[in-house]
């Protein structure tokens, strides 16, 4: 059967004018993602990602590590996270005492993103993308990755929102699982799944060998 290893994006950076980049340790966890599975001897017969910056640095930074040619990437929109600024804007105008403003903390904000996340999901608020569309395109893409011929093995690389997505449409939880799901995911972290006749199964979720031994453990991130 097809087996599926999804990994989110290495660490972005937070804070500055252009999140979407990885930040100089995200390009060290996808590299050392890379040397790991080439020290264990693993190899790809397909890689696809997202088409944000994070997503195709992240790719090319494993490629790197596996010692492969990054030019054997395929990009795929659907993988792509969604709008989270869009989201937090509606939620937002329909919230306002809830926002944490200026110069909240990074806690703060990844509080509200989830209470936003609450809110999209119960169609309590209405942003570019819809909760359903954002359900379908996941829905879509993981099909397409599922169809694979047996045996192969592919590397994903996407998003936080999109892997718990995923994640919430095999095991068949509740919307409300997401946004839980969602602010677990480490960067650069490894769900991995297989694919049958009855469908996509789940192995094991969010692990980050490569980030494991003593020395790492401090790069082990989530944005």
């Known amino acids: ?9 290495g660490q972005a950076s937070f804070g500055s004018d252009n999140y979407d980049q990885l930040s100089e340790l995200g390009w060290q966890q996808a590299r050392w993602l890379g040397e790991h599975w080439a020290a264990d001897g693993q190899t790809f017969d397909r890689i696809v990602c997202g088409d944000l910056q994070r997503h195709r640095e992240t790719a090319q ?21 969604f709008d989270f600024q ?10 306002p005492q ?12 990844y509080r509200f993103l989830k209470q936003a996340m609450h809110a999209w999901s119960a169609g309590e608020i209405q942003p570019k993308e819809s909760w359903q569309q954002f359900e379908q395109r996941v829905e879509e893409i993981l099909g397409v990755i599922a169809a694979a011929a047996s045996g192969s093995r592919t590397l994903v690389v996407s998003s936080g929102g999109a892997i718990a997505m995923m994640v919430r449409q095999i095991l068949g939880a509740p919307a ?9 995911i480490k960067n650069t972290a490894i769900s991995h799944f297989f694919a049958g006749s ?7 979720f969010n692990h ?16």
């Open 198 to 204: 009855s469908g996509v199964s789940l192995h094991s």
């Open 1 to 9: 059967m097809p087996e599926i290893h999804v990994v989110r994006h």
């Open 86 to 95: 869009g989201v937090m804007a509606a939620y937002a105008e329909k919230s």
């Open 176 to 184: 409300s699982s997401v946004p839980q799901l969602n602010m677990q």
């Open 208 to 223: 980050v060998p490569h980030l494991e031994h003593r020395e790492r453990r401090e790069c082990i991130t989530y944005s």
């Open 61 to 81: 930074g494993i490629c790197e590590g596996l010692e492969i040619d990054r030019g054997r990437v395929e990009i795929f929109p659907q993988l792509n996270e």
């Open 98 to 109: 809830a926002s944490p403003g200026h110069g909240a903390s990074r806690a703060d904000y």
